[in-house]
């Protein structure tokens, strides 16, 4: 029986030409990424990256239109499950409320599970800015010139 792991993701794109970026701290590794997560059983992808976005950052987003889909295999790190991973173009539709942080993993308390957040300028984003290797292949797609207006 194959086993996959479906994950969605949100690109969200301020006025300064900025993408936001989640540093997190879970199953005692540092990682960044976009904000988005695993689909649950009975999900699509639409409503499982709004449910993300509210879980996450406690904020409501439109859909704007897919960006990119994993075209190729890609092993879980957390299991035996092959990784689909779907990123969506997302905006807010309330203003964003979260603590922005200007540096990596600026986290704000101590545990087990940590999130942080901050802007990438998309002029200046690498793929060294992210850690695992879906993330960093949807960074050369941006470095390519996609055009968000």
């Not at 689909?84 to 599970?113: C, H, Q, R, W």
């Amino acid at each position: 029986m194959a086993l996959f792991n479906v994950r969605v993701y949100g690109l969200l794109v301020n006025d300064e030409h900025q993408i936001l970026i989640s540093d997190e701290k879970e199953y005692g590794m540092l990682f960044s990424k976009f904000p988005g997560g695993g689909l649950e059983y009975g999900e699509g992808l639409i409503d499982g990256l709004k449910r993300e976005f509210m879980e996450e950052c406690n904020m409501p987003i439109e859909v704007i239109k897919h960006f990119y889909t994993t075209d190729y295999f890609v092993k879980s790190l957390f299991g035996e499950a092959q990784l689909i991973s779907v990123y969506y173009l997302v905006k807010n539709i309330a203003p964003v409320n979260l603590p922005i942080k200007t540096k990596p993993f600026d986290f704000d308390t101590e545990g087990e599970v940590l999130q942080a957040f901050r802007w990438a300028s998309l002029e200046h984003i690498t793929p060294t800015d992210v850690t695992f290797p879906i993330d960093k292949h949807v960074v050369e797609l941006l470095n390519k010139g996609y055009e968000f207006s």
